[in-house]
């Protein structure tokens, strides 16, 4: 079975500095691809960055990085230089190996991010 | 436009009374799958398709539905809806199965059961 773990219910942080939303995770795949998605408080979920389990480098996506440390299994999202438009909650998940062929997905329960000015 | 279109955006509806809501992706992708998010809960898996005429459990299939009879339509069906269903619902889409693809969401339904 595999998990994901958000520790953080709620982050406040300053326009225009940065913030680290974490994420951990528990699987026994070899193979998976971690995914952070944003979702305001319109509802919509949008895809932010991903993760593969064998990549050598850490993920980057204009102002999103993800800070991949595979020993500690963790995949925290790095914001730099926040914006108002951040407020939002965001999810990490995760696609792990499923017996059937599929890669089943899981998310965390969120963090709620608000950017004040 | 590369999307995933929902229909409806907002239900109100009365236990017991069947309803169908659409999904429909122009993105050519073989995996859908439906979600529900309540809060506290993050995004629980209903159910997936990876092709067409394969569809498969997820983690909350209980009084749930769905077909996937063409590749870029799959409706999630309440044949008869509680209370407990009221929710909101997300349908979602990947070109694969596989672990390194995201998936790209639509806009989401509220679904009111009273």
């Known amino acids: 079975a595999q998990k994901i773990t958000q520790t953080q219910p709620g982050m406040f942080v300053q326009e225009k500095e940065a913030v680290t939303l974490d994420c951990t995770y528990d699987?026994?795949?070899?193979?998976?691809?971690l995914f952070w998605y944003k979702q305001p408080s319109s509802g919509e979920m949008i895809f932010l960055i991903y993760?593969?389990?064998?990549?050598?480098q850490n993920a980057t996506e204009g102002r999103y990085s993800l800070n991949f440390q595979k020993a500690r299994k963790s995949a925290n999202l790095v914001i730099s230089a926040s914006q108002l438009g951040d407020s939002a909650m965001y999810f990490c998940?995760?696609?792990?190996?499923?017996?059937?062929?599929?890669?089943?997905?899981?998310f965390g329960r969120g963090t709620s991010l608000i950017v004040h000015p | 436009e590369a999307q995933v279109t929902q229909n409806p955006r907002y239900l109100i509806t009365v236990t017991g009374k069947k309803l169908t809501v659409t999904c429909s992706q122009n993105?050519?992708?073989?995996?859908m799958s439906w979600y529900r998010q309540d809060p506290g809960l993050g995004l629980r898996q209903i159910y997936y398709?990876?092709?067409?005429?394969?569809?498969d459990k997820g983690d909350v299939p209980e009084g749930y539905k769905v077909s996937r009879k063409e590749k870029r339509n799959f409706p999630l069906i309440l044949e008869s809806p509680s209370p407990n269903q009221t929710s909101l619902y997300f349908c979602?889409?990947?070109?694969?199965?596989?672990?390194?693809?995201?998936?790209?969401f639509g806009d989401g339904t509220r679904l009111s059961i009273l």
């Open positions: 979602a889409s990947s070109l694969t199965p596989q672990g390194n693809q995201p998936q790209h």
């Open positions: 699987t026994s795949d070899p193979s998976y691809g």
């Open positions: 993760q593969g389990s064998y990549d050598q």
């Open positions: 998940a995760m696609r792990g190996h499923a017996s059937g062929g599929s890669y089943i997905p899981t």
């Open positions: 993105m050519n992708h073989e995996y």
């Open positions: 398709s990876m092709n067409v005429e394969v569809t």
